[in-house]
Every structure is written in structure tokens, then in C-alpha cells.
């Protein structure tokens, strides 16, 4: 199935009573049994059901299935927001005195946890530069146990090698984990080598900025049985190749508790229809604004791997299927003064964070979403007070163009 | 023949492959099921091409996890 069809069809069957193609929501905090017999059998595993929505819901069933669907993944769980399944996934694999390698080139949540809360449980994390392979490996020692980057990251909008970090941690035998939030569907995961895929599903997911969500799908790319992550050992023995999943969901979401709402998976899961469809129009959108910003004299560089200037063209190319290279881009102005000019003159854009929404979304990274880092953490992101990330919607493209056109006119002429 | 599935005997026909036997014996949630196999958990690929034989003992297990 091609993915337009999976879109609609894939990890969903009909209502066998009714003929529903819609899945209901499933509003019950748990589940009651006809014996205890049977309730001790779902306990233990050897009969399906559900007991508490804290950890599994029929609605969140469906929606993990349609995921796994998405991505052609062994399993997915889904979290309540993307820093949830980020954090969940992460937490999974790690433990005390455990290395995580990861590219430096990243959202500020994660970039927060990993300098934050990381080292706080002791778990020793290394940023890198992302794009620079030879430093990734020199980063990895002998108590690595992930690597983590974001295939399209945020707000730098740069591209990772994945096949060299995918080769890399088949070479530690350390599992990959990778944040797709910005390439939806268009990562040939299992394929590639990378072990999990992380989403904020509130993204491109739903696609109409409505609730927040998150899910980490297991592509089946890495061999369980062989992971050296000893608190994983006695899941490995019970689920084989599921084991991983049956650890987020029995511990990482039994113990921690990041559950998505049933009626948020209801809504992100109507999104997936439309997903390819939708993706479409925002690279093409994407595209033609980032080849428009290229052109205005007050723009002194433009961040999308669409362009064929882009020094992540051909990889974007090669790793996403050569049509659509992504619904962010960011381009940057003089300084601070100029991106708030700017900003403040766009019509039809929203002056907003959040990405993947209807609407095209545009925000001053360095004051908002990045206020709190210090320049040097800024500048090791990629962002500096003159940058502009701009999401980029489905409205029509000329109204977007010449809505940014006449906000970029607005910056007063410098002497 | 006779084979074990969760712990009791039960008689199929022969020659049946993994995945033919999930929808033989209804198995809930097929594509959230485990196979446990003569002991070993079964890659999900392997579903297709692993045929049961006389005397097998297969597990069908679900990682849904406990609640309060």
C-alpha cells in the first residue's frame, strides 16, 4: 500500500457489529470483567483486554495501530505529548551512569531535558554536532547505550546523515532513536537501521493545531535479544522483540504516567487520513516561500532543504523520497529589531509557536521558545536573535508570499 | 494434529503456518498478539513462514501491562 492509502486504510478495521469506520472514544478510567479468572489472565498477558487507561484504552489501541500502520513499525505507544514519549523513550533505555549521544542541533525541550534532568539522574549526555559523523563517534564510549537526533531538526532545519548514525549504532549496538515529528511517514525507518521513532503527534499528526500528543513507534530495525541494557533482560526474556514496547508500556507509562487522553488519540488519529495529502501542500508551500525569502534583500539566509542551495539537499533527497523535503523552514533577518518588524507586519501568518498546524505559524526562536538558553547553548542550536521559523500552512501560496513580502518590506532601509 | 496452545491440548489441522493459526483459533488483536513458539518468542516476519507441527506448545501473549 502506498502511503495515501495507508493513510486511510492502514491498522484500521470496520466495526464488526455495526460497520463503523470510525473507532469510538472510549471515555472509562478501566475495564470490568465477567470472573476473576479472566481479569488475572489479562493481568498476566495471556488474554487481550484492558484493565486501566493509564496504560492501555481501546482508542489508544486503535490509534497505536494506525501509527505502526504509518510507519510499517513492529508496535507503537502512544504518550500524552512529544516531550512525554522524548523523555519516555529515553527513559526506557537509560540508566545511572549510562552515555547518551546526541546531536546539539535541538528542540529546546530536548535540549533541556538532556542538560537538565539528565544529568541530575546521572545519565551523562554528550552533544555534538549532529551533521559531523566523526564526532558522533568520537562522542560514544563504552557505556553508550542510545544516540539520539532529530531527522529534520528544529529550528535549525539542518538534515542528518541517519544512514551514518544508523551504521554507527548498529556498530555499538546501541539503539537509535530518532524525532521524525517534522518528516512524518517519510522515513523508511526499519530499513534505514533506526531503532525507534519518536513523534509529537500534535504536529503534522493532527495537523490542526487541536490537542498535544506523542508516540514512539519500534520500526523492529533493532535486535532486543542482543541489548546490553540490563534492566531490559527480564522483558527480553518474556516479549522477545516486543520487549521493548511491553517496558514502556508496563513501567514507562505504568510508573510514570504520561498517557495520552482517549479523546486526543481520537482526534490525532483523524488527522492521518489527510496526512500525505496535507504534507503535500505544505512542502510544496514550504517551497515556493523559501524560494521567495531567497530573493528579498533583507533576508540574509533561508534554512530549508527544499532549496537546491541547500547543503542538505540531496540528502534530504535521498532520505525522504526526492518530492517533499518538509513544512519548516526558517530564514534570518539583520537582528532582533528587524525579526520582530517582520513578525509584527505578517497578515495572514500567526505570530505563534507549535508546528504542523493548518495555519502558517511564524516565531522569534531567540525570545520565546529559547529565551531561557544562554547564547553559546543558542548558537550550538543553530539559532541566533535574527532567525525567523516560519511553519508553513496550507493557505494559498501567493497569499503567503506576499504576505512576507510586505512584512520584510517594513524593515526601516539601515543607513 | 495435536498441539498446545496457552496451556491446553487442542486439535488442528495440519500444516497450518503461525499466522493461520491466529485466524483458526480467533485470536483477538492479531496484529497485537505475541507468539511464544516451542519457547521462543517468534519474530512477527516469521509468523508467516513458521509452520506448526504435531506435538508444538504455542503461547499467544498481549504486553497491555496492569493497572492500579
Redesign the interface.
Known sequence: MRLETKNVHG?RTLDPETGATQFPVHLSS?FAYPDSKRLAE??A????????S???NPTL?AFE?RL?SLEGG??TVAFSTGMAAVSGALLGLLSHGDTLVASSSLFGGTWSLFQEFFPRMGIRVKLVDGMDLSAVRAAVDDRTRALYVESVSNPAIGVADLEGWAALAKEINAPLVVDNTCMPAHLEGKKLGIALLVYSTTKWIDGHGRAVGGAVTDT?AYKWRNAPHAHLAPWIA?????AF??YL??RI??DLGGTLSPHTAWIHSSGIDTLKLRFDRHCDNALELAEFLSTHPAVRSVLYPGLESSPFHERSKALFGGRNHGAVLSFTVADQESAWTVLDSLKVASRMTNLGDTRTLALHVWSTINAAFTPEENAAMGVDPGLVRVSVGLENAQDLVDDFRQALDAIPARP | MSIQINGQQKDVPAGLSVTQLIAHEMIKQPLMVSVEYNGDILDREAFETTVVKDGDAVEFLYFMGGGS
Open positions: 491498522g478501566a489479562v493481568f498477558g495471556t488474554e487481550f483486554g484492558h484493565v486501566y493509564r496504560i492501555t489501541t495501530l505502526s513492529i508496535g523492529g518474556k516479549a522477545g522483540p516486543m514496547l511491553a508500556r508496563n507509562l505504568r
